[in-house]
Every structure is written in structure tokens, then in C-alpha cells.
């Protein structure tokens, strides 16, 4: 297995309390839910290197000029500072590297996924006192300053480049083939970043067959969040059977069959089958 290892399991579970905690929370922090998903990845980030990541998101912030004046304003010195001053901005071969969605890492590196520097940029950005939120593009995520009437987007993988109407029709075009949307542009929930990172993650799994522990820890990550799709129980159960864990699998199969039993009858039924599969690989 190539790093980052993940942590013993005592300190996963003890991980796994405080995202449930944060996630569940009045006001999720961002940037500590990101890095608890960090230390869930990498058993070398401990509570100093958590610590010293928040530092860093704070010191970046204190660079920032005093309140620059309207949107665009701050995003360009978003663009300066970070983009330009400290070389933060991602490039193709970033969507290879689990690194790429780790927070702590992406500060180290400077580089990372779209969603992972737009997380930089926010909590930069908010800690300076910004008009500053997440905008969930499809296929891709960028930044948002100011209200909706005002609104200036930049993309942070772009190394904060302010985004025209058109650049932003252009990108979700790009991914979907579709026109840009007014809803498109409304301020992305903490929570929904944080499964939208571990969706990522979960992808990037999916498609090394020896790192089914990345795609089970991510999965589990994602459950723990007050609001999360109840097809991911049937996804943790796959992963559990393809792990050799064949009893938890069929049960989390069975579970899953009868949560969906309601709506979808024959699914439940074909889920069930997968279930006594399950088990019979025990024989």
C-alpha cells in the first residue's frame, strides 16, 4: 500500500466521533471537518499538524489587505495572494493523487482539486472578512463573492482567475453540455462541500481496486453527515464483500434491501440474493 497510511483504529474512531460531532453541529466549521477527513486519509497528520494547518489558513489570511472594498476587489486580492504570491492552483495530473483531496495537503503542495482550493480561498477569504461561499458548478467547483446581484466568481484552479458570464457558461458547458442555470450560482451548504469531497474521494477509489480501504473509509465519512444518499449503505456493503468482511457486508445488504423495500420491491429482492451470496462465500 502506498502512503498516506491510515491511522490505528483507535484514532479513526476517535476521528470519526468528532466529524459525526462537527457535522452535527449549529454552524459546521469547514475547514475542521476537511481535516478530519485529512487525518481519516493520513495517519501521520496528528492533532499539532491540524493545528498547524489552521495556523496556516490564518496566517494567509492576515496577508490579505484590510477589506479591499466590493466583490471583485476580493477576489483579485484572493487572486494575488494566493494564486499569484503563493502558487496555488491545480493542473491535471492532481486528479491522480489522493493528496489532491486532503486539505493539509494542499496547503503543503499547493496544489489540489477545484473543491480543495476553493476551500483554501473560502476560509482565507472568510477569515479576512470576505463575502466569500462556495458555488458547486456542475463538473466543476469555483468561488463566489458578494450578493447574487453582485455576484464575482474565480477559480481557484485557475489560480484564482476572476471568471467571466461567459467563462462561467463555457465551464458548465464543458461538463454537461447544458446552459448555465441561475441555481448553479447559489452558495454551496458546508456540509454539501464536505460530501462532495468525499465523492471525490470515493471516485478515485473506485478505480484502484487495491484501495477498497480509501472507498470504505470514505463511505463511512460520508454516512456520518446528517443528510447523505441511503444508496451509500449499499455502496459500504459492496466494499465490505469485496474486502473479504462477508457477514457485516450481507447484513448491511439485507439492511439496505429492507430500507428500500418500500419503494422498489423487486430491487429489495435482487439485494437480498447479493446478501445470501455474501454469506455463502463463507462456505
Same mark, same amino acid.
Request: glycine letters at 10%; charged letters at 25%; hydrophobic letters at 45%.
Given at each position: 500500500?502506498?502512503?498516506?497510511?491510515?491511522?490505528?483504529?483507535?484514532?479513526?474512531?476517535?476521528?470519526?466521533?468528532?466529524?459525526?460531532?462537527?457535522?452535527?453541529?449549529?454552524?459546521?466549521?469547514?475547514?475542521?471537518?476537511?481535516?478530519?477527513?485529512?487525518?481519516?486519509?493520513?495517519?501521520?497528520?496528528?492533532?499539532?499538524?491540524?493545528?498547524?494547518?489552521?495556523?496556516?489558513?490564518?496566517?494567509?489570511?492576515?496577508?490579505?489587505?484590510?477589506?479591499?472594498?466590493?466583490?471583485?476587489?476580493?477576489?483579485?486580492?484572493?487572486?494575488?495572494?494566493?494564486?499569484?504570491?503563493?502558487?496555488?492552483?491545480?493542473?491535471? $495530473?492532481?486528479?491522480?493523487? #489522493?493528496?489532491? /483531496?486532503? *486539505?493539509?495537503?494542499?496547503?503543503?503542495?499547493?496544489?489540489? +482539486?477545484? !473543491? @480543495?482550493?476553493?476551500?483554501?480561498?473560502?476560509?482565507?477569504?472568510?477569515?479576512?472578512?470576505?463575502?466569500?461561499?462556495?458555488?458547486?458548478?456542475?463538473?466543476?467547483?469555483?468561488?463566489?463573492?458578494?450578493?447574487?446581484?453582485?455576484?464575482?466568481?474565480?477559480?481557484?484552479?485557475?489560480?484564482?482567475?476572476?471568471?467571466?458570464?461567459?467563462?462561467?457558461?463555457?465551464?458548465?458547458?464543458? $461538463?454537461?453540455?447544458?446552459? #448555465?442555470?441561475? /441555481?448553479? *450560482?447559489?452558495?454551496?451548504?458546508?456540509?454539501?462541500?464536505? +460530501?462532495? !469531497? @468525499?465523492?471525490?474521494?470515493?471516485?478515485?477509489?473506485?478505480?484502484?481496486?487495491?484501495?477498497?480501504?480509501?472507498?470504505?473509509?470514505?463511505?463511512?465519512?460520508?454516512?456520518?453527515?446528517?443528510?447523505?444518499?441511503?444508496?451509500?449503505?449499499?455502496?459500504?456493503?459492496?466494499?465490505?464483500?469485496?474486502?473479504?468482511?462477508?457477514?457485516?457486508?450481507?447484513?448491511?445488504?439485507?439492511?439496505? $434491501?429492507?430500507?428500500?423495500?418500500?419503494?422498489?420491491?423487486?430491487?429489495?429482492?435482487?439485494?437480498?440474493?447479493?446478501?445470501?451470496?455474501?454469506?455463502?462465500?463463507?462456505?
Amino acid at each position: 500500500m502506498r502512503p498516506p497510511y491510515p491511522p490505528p483504529p483507535e484514532r479513526s474512531a476517535e476521528l470519526r466521533r468528532r466529524f459525526a460531532e462537527e457535522a452535527r453541529s449549529e454552524r459546521p466549521d469547514l475547514s475542521t471537518l476537511c481535516l478530519l477527513v485529512g487525518a481519516e486519509a493520513d495517519g501521520a497528520l496528528d492533532e499539532a499538524g491540524m493545528d498547524a494547518a489552521q495556523v496556516e489558513l490564518d496566517g494567509l489570511a492576515g496577508r490579505l489587505p484590510f477589506r479591499p472594498g466590493g466583490p471583485r476587489s476580493w477576489a483579485v486580492a484572493l487572486r494575488e495572494l494566493l494564486g499569484e504570491r503563493y502558487g496555488f492552483r491545480g493542473s491535471a $495530473a492532481d486528479y491522480q493523487r #489522493l493528496e489532491s /483531496s486532503l *486539505l493539509h495537503q494542499v496547503l503543503v503542495r499547493r496544489r489540489g +482539486l477545484p !473543491i @480543495l482550493l476553493s476551500v483554501v480561498w473560502m476560509e482565507v477569504a472568510r477569515r479576512a472578512g470576505a463575502p466569500v461561499y462556495g458555488v458547486a458548478l456542475p463538473g466543476h467547483f469555483v468561488v463566489g463573492f458578494g450578493p447574487t446581484e453582485e455576484q464575482v466568481l474565480a477559480d481557484p484552479f485557475d489560480g484564482g482567475r476572476v471568471l467571466t458570464g461567459s467563462d462561467a457558461q463555457m465551464l458548465v458547458a464543458g $461538463a454537461t453540455g447544458a446552459p #448555465l442555470q441561475p /441555481s448553479m *450560482l447559489t452558495p454551496a451548504d458546508p456540509l454539501d462541500v464536505v +460530501l462532495r !469531497i @468525499l465523492n471525490n474521494i470515493r471516485a478515485w477509489a473506485a478505480t484502484r481496486p487495491e484501495r477498497t480501504d480509501v472507498g470504505l473509509w470514505a463511505v463511512e465519512l460520508s454516512l456520518l453527515l446528517p443528510s447523505h444518499p441511503a444508496r451509500l449503505r449499499f455502496e459500504r456493503a459492496q466494499l465490505l464483500v469485496q474486502r473479504g468482511d462477508f457477514v457485516e457486508g450481507a447484513a448491511e445488504l439485507e439492511a439496505y $434491501a429492507e430500507l428500500i423495500s418500500v419503494v422498489d420491491e423487486g430491487a429489495a429482492e435482487r439485494v437480498r440474493g447479493q446478501a445470501r451470496a455474501a454469506r455463502a462465500m463463507l462456505n
